[in-house]
């Protein structure tokens, strides 16, 4: 008896795949952007999705105005976003984010194009 109720208890705990996957879905969406930094402001549309390969990876479509059809990637633990080292066009793109609420995420990050960098801020709103 006392292991069939371990069993059960054991069944109905999350995963960590389960837990970031609950994590990346407030990220989910359609968001309104403005970037701040030395080279002007930037007010640009994001789509964030999720990744297939990993559950706490998303997907950030046009970041930064870089294109729509262009994504730059991010890890998610809990409220924050982690922005590898991502290579698009010519740019190098490396950064943090946070979740503020259900409306707003922030972003620091800096961009390479191979002779300068940007240091660069944005927030975004649903």
């Not at 292991?3 to 990220?27: H, P």
């Not at 952007?33 to 002007?40: H, I, R």
């Not at 402001?41 to 059809?69: C, Y």
């Not at 950064?95 to 944005?122: C, H, I, M, P, W």
């Amino acid at each position: 008896m006392f292991l069939g109720s371990m069993l059960f208890i054991s069944s109905c705990e999350k995963t960590n795949d389960e837990l970031d996957t609950d994590n990346r879905e407030k990220f989910l969406g359609i968001w309104r952007a403005v970037s701040t930094g030395p080279g002007g402001d930037v007010n640009f549309n994001m789509n964030i999705t999720a990744s297939n390969s990993d559950p706490s990876e998303i997907l950030m479509e046009n970041f930064d105005a870089l294109g729509n059809g262009t994504y730059v990637a991010g890890n998610i633990s809990g409220n924050s976003i982690s922005i590898p080292r991502n290579l698009v066009h010519s740019d190098t793109i490396i950064g943090e984010g946070r979740y503020l609420s259900d409306k707003t995420l922030s972003f620091t990050y800096e961009v390479r194009d191979g002779q300068t960098v940007e240091n660069r801020s944005a927030t975004a709103r649903r």
